[in-house]
């Protein structure tokens, strides 16, 4: 027999070999979690794997003779239509297509679809081969993230309150518009901010050497204290009234603004907080340096030069005091800049 053509029994072998790949493919595909089909060239289903049961709820033989577009809402077919028209035409294999089908209940399913070309043996076209892809779910839970994301960002945004993220480097993430305001920014400016954390124990006794000769400086005096924060009031008053001076507390920039037109004669020395509600420390400055333009300022914040305290140092205010502030610190910057012709 010619050596060039198969025996029967190498014929056989074949098939039977044909016939178990086939075989092992069709239970790969069964088993799969994905709905695998082949649409012919006119893109009516070849074959359908039965996973469509459990994903659309339809017969695979019912979807037969049928194309995928016929399974879609009218607008989605012909959206999905134009895109696999000029796919078809160039033969090209297609990646993630996310398209909406319609479940045998009427529920519409977000789907997502691959698919690659068929050729024959002489080359010609015959059809695509793909896998959908059930992501509904994972479409849902994204929208329901967008929309508290949303939510949240309108929240932030909305409130009166000042709200800043920031990365460990310093680098603004998001500010508010309140916050925006108070300090001075425009929507497309970035911020960075270097941020002043409460020492530990560990860091203060660390530190108790280092200031053991550092001590608070006394003086006399009358100074103005504009904070809203209780506790930084009664820090700075306590501190320097025990040093020797004469404090007076406000707790709004408003109300501070009213003491010092009523007392500027009398006061030595204004620690102004800079970010208060209602009106900020900037402002307030603005509206001290109208009653008496060589008013002393010592600003308070918890950030380090920004826009606001830049421009308040630029326009007349004596210097920066970077909350949380020691009392030898601040006795310092009191002693540096009060007024020498006290009237006490």
């Known amino acids: 027999m010619d050596s060039d053509h198969p025996t029967r029994e190498q014929l056989e072998q074949r098939i039977a070999e044909l016939i178990a790949s086939r075989d092992r493919f069709r239970d790969m595909v069964e088993r799969t979690s994905d709905w695998v089909w082949e649409v012919d060239r006119n893109a009516r289903y070849s ?93 849902q839970n994204e929208i329901s993230l967008r929309l508290e994301k949303d939510f949240s960002t309108t929240l932030i945004q909305a409130s009166p309150a000042f709200i800043v993220a920031i990365d460990p480097a310093g680098k603004t993430l998001l500010m508010n518009e309140s916050m925006r305001r108070e300090l001075g920014y425009t929507q497309d400016q970035g911020a960075v901010f270097t941020i002043l954390l409460p020492l530990s124990d560990a860091d203060d006794r660390a530190n108790e050497r ?13 100074i103005l204290v504009v904070d809203d924060e209780q506790s930084v009031r009664d820090f700075i008053q306590t501190s320097m009234q025990n040093l020797g001076y004469t404090v007076t507390t406000c707790a709004e920039g408003a109300e501070g603004v009213e003491y010092f037109r009523e007392h500027h004669r009398e006061i030595d020395l204004v ?23 060589n008013v002393r300022v010592l600003v308070s914040s918890g950030f380090i030069r920004t826009q606001a305290t830049g421009q308040m140092l630029d326009e007349g205010a004596r210097e920066l005091l970077s909350k949380p502030f020691k009392i030898a610190e601040l006795s310092e910057a009191v002693a540096r800049h009060i007024r020498r012709d006290s009237h006490q």
């Open 47 to 139: 074959y359908v794997s039965p996973r469509v049961r459990d994903l659309l709820g339809r017969e695979p033989a019912d979807l037969i003779g049928i194309t995928p577009f016929d399974i879609m809402p009218p607008d989605e077919a012909e959206r999905v239509g134009e895109i696999f028209a000029d796919i078809a035409a160039y033969r090209e294999s297609f990646a993630r297509i996310e398209n909406i089908c319609l479940h045998a209940d009427g529920r519409e399913l977000v789907m997502e679809t691959s698919g690659v070309p068929i050729f024959g043996p002489d080359g010609e076209f015959v059809g695509y081969r793909g896998v959908d892809r059930d992501i509904t779910e994972r479409k």
């Open 210 to 222: 280092s200031v053991a000769s550092h001590e608070p400086v006394k003086g006399t005096g009358r």
């Open 271 to 293: 620690i102004l907080d800079l970010i208060m509600p209602k009106m900020s420390g900037q402002d307030a400055f603005g509206k001290m340096k109208e009653i008496d333009p």
